[in-house]
């Protein structure tokens, strides 16, 4: 009879617990996984989330799993997953944070390689800051019409053909694209380092954010080295998003690059970002994609690919004076197959950007280096972005190359030439020569007007190279340095010569040559 009082006391009791519990938790504000895999989890709950917020798991004091809302279905919505997710699994409780995917801003930044998670992945400690840290959302209009300037200012490149026949001003955006192992990076890293030269010889300064979308971690390693062996991680931001990494941060990784530019552009400074591949970057939204069965289009990529690219492309930049004018500057790459340009995902880059910079494998093969094909190549922004005295030099290095392809062509067929056509060709061909240029070696601007306008004025029409022509060059920009250091300075400040300026050029360069 105890036994049975004691139990009706029991359930009593339970039955007032029953009736007196409440959930803390707003069903709103909170999901449970209940699918899960390659990255992409299903949740139930969430019913408030809007598309691109980010989410929370297993969380373990600082130690927490982040997500982003991918897609809203009617009964669950699609959370992709950035780490822990070899401990996710069905009946993870998940929660809504309010706020979109953000990433840590500011200089404090310059020097690392950082994850899309705004974490160091170098090694060398946790960001250091004495200003309270602030953080960007990684998607963000792009800026109007009116507070938008015309591109008017040069990128300096250092690579001779690029800045000569292909100029990349501040605010453009600008495709490189080719085959694997043509160059593409090489181009990039050397763009990079000749800003410390620019900023040296007191030109347009420009903070460079290099994004390595799907890379090993061993080259991301190797371009690190060669950047700060070069000093120039002193005004470089790294993100890195390896191959071994999940399909999200190969995603997101291009979004984040760009936030980190605007915050240079937002305070009047000049920014590039290199996106090293896009390729890869339409492969993982593809993949992200066909995961949540999106129904795929060309390629099996999802139609609204072009809308991804443009959106972020569009936020390329040269802001107007009265918003600070400040830059963002974008070089996405493209890898081809075969050679094919035709390809969905070039076609769609090349119909977005201002101009293409195509790179031939065979060129390369043939020892043309940068192997850049100049048929291929263009800037829509042409001599806009071009200081004058490149604008001389450009102009009349156009003409001389376009007359020595039509020579010869017209000398395969024709045996017999006179002097003046011999003499066109072979200064085209040696036109052409002062085009190669060593790896990570980028060409100051003086010494590359100097160098050009030796070309084009036939100079060097009697010089019989017999060494590399980088060779050449560093006697002639060395002779330069030690003799006629007004020159380059002179060159370097006014970016233009007038007539008496063109004589004194000359005059140092056959000077050169008689003790060549």
């Known amino acids: ?290 995961l949540m069965r999106r129904t795929p289009a060309r390629g099996a990529y999802p139609g609204d690919i072009f809308y991804l690219h443009s959106r972020l492309l569009e936020r390329a930049v040269k802001m107007h004076e009265k918003k600070g004018g400040g830059s963002v500057t974008m070089l996405p790459m493209i890898e081809t197959q075969a050679g094919d340009v035709s390809d969905y995902i070039p076609t769609n880059v090349i119909s977005i950007t201002d101009g293409q910079v195509y790179l031939d494998k065979q060129l390369f093969f043939d020892g043309q280096k940068p192997a850049i094909d100049i048929g291929l190549s263009v800037s829509r922004i042409g001599s806009a972005a071009q200081y004058k005295a490149m604008k001389k030099i450009a102009g009349r290095l156009k003409g001389e190359l376009a007359q020595s392809r039509e020579l010869e062509s017209f000398a395969r067929t024709v045996s017999d030439l006179d002097p003046e056509t011999m003499k066109m060709l072979v200064r085209g061909r040696l036109l052409r020569e002062l085009f190669k240029q060593s790896l990570n070696r980028p060409i100051g601007f003086a010494n590359m007007i100097i160098i050009l306008f030796a070309g084009i004025k036939g100079l060097l029409d009697k010089v019989k190279i017999s060494e590399p022509i980088s060779d050449f060059e560093a006697k002639l920009f060395t002779y330069f340095s030690e003799k006629h250091q007004d020159i380059i300075e002179f060159l370097n400040t006014e970016h233009s010569f007038d007539d008496a300026m063109e004589e004194r050029i000359s005059a140092a360069i056959k000077s050169f040559l008689e003790t060549y």
């Open 1 to 290: 009879m105890s036994d049975f009082k004691d139990y009706e006391l029991f359930i009593d009791s339970l039955s007032k617990q029953i009736n007196n519990f409440s959930l803390n938790l707003n069903p709103k504000e909170f999901g449970v996984i209940i699918e899960v895999g390659d990255g992409l989890a299903k949740v139930v709950g969430l019913d408030e989330v809007c598309l691109g917020e980010v989410v929370y798991y297993l969380k373990d004091g600082d130690d927490v799993g982040i997500g982003m809302v991918m897609g809203i279905e009617p009964n669950f919505v699609h959370v992709m997953l950035f780490n822990k997710l070899d401990l996710v699994c069905a009946g993870v409780e998940v929660f809504s944070t309010k706020h979109h995917f953000r990433i840590p801003v500011g200089k404090h930044v310059l020097g690392r390689v950082i994850n899309v998670l705004g974490q160091p992945v170098d090694g060398a400690g946790a960001l250091v800051t004495d200003e309270t840290l602030e953080y960007r959302e990684i998607e963000a209009m792009a800026p109007g019409i009116m507070d938008r300037s015309s591109v008017c200012e040069p990128l300096q490149t250092g690579i001779k053909i690029i800045d000569a026949l292909i100029p990349i001003g501040l605010g453009q955006k600008q495709l490189i694209l080719g085959d694997r192992q043509s160059g593409k990076t090489a181009l990039a890293i050397d763009t990079i380092l000749n800003q410390k030269a620019v900023k040296d010889a007191g030109g347009k300064f420009t903070y460079c954010i290099y994004v390595a979308i799907g890379k090993k971690t061993s080259d991301i390693a190797k371009i690190y080295e060669l950047l700060r062996r070069n000093g120039a991680m002193e005004y470089t931001i790294i993100i890195a998003s390896t191959a071994s990494d999940p399909t999200s941060m190969q995603y997101v990784a291009p979004m984040c690059g760009a936030a980190l530019a605007e915050y240079f552009r937002d305070k009047g400074e000049a920014a590039l970002v290199i996106f090293d591949d896009l390729t890869k970057h339409a492969d993982a939204y593809r993949e992200i994609s066909l």
